[in-house]
C-alpha cells in the first residue's frame, strides 16, 4: 500500500482551531492513502463544524 506523509500538513495545523489541531498533531508522520483519504474526511466534517459556531 501507499503511504501518505502528513508533514506538512502537521505544520499547517499549527494554524488550525482545536479539536482539528491536536488531532493532526497526534497523527504519526506517515500513513497508509486509505487511512489518510478517511481521516481527511473527518478533519473536514470537524472544520465546517468550527466553521458553522463562529
Given at each position: 500500500?501507499?503511504?501518505v506523509s502528513i508533514?506538512?500538513?502537521k505544520?499547517?495545523?499549527m494554524k488550525l482551531?482545536?479539536?482539528v489541531k491536536s488531532l493532526?498533531?497526534?497523527?504519526?508522520?506517515s500513513m497508509d492513502?486509505?487511512?489518510?483519504i478517511t481521516?481527511?474526511?473527518t478533519w473536514d466534517k470537524l472544520?465546517?463544524?468550527e466553521a458553522n459556531n463562529k
Open positions: 500500500m501507499t503511504r508533514v506538512q500538513l505544520q499547517k495545523a482551531p482545536e479539536p493532526i498533531l497526534s497523527e504519526p508522520d492513502s486509505a487511512e489518510f481521516k481527511l474526511g472544520l465546517a463544524m
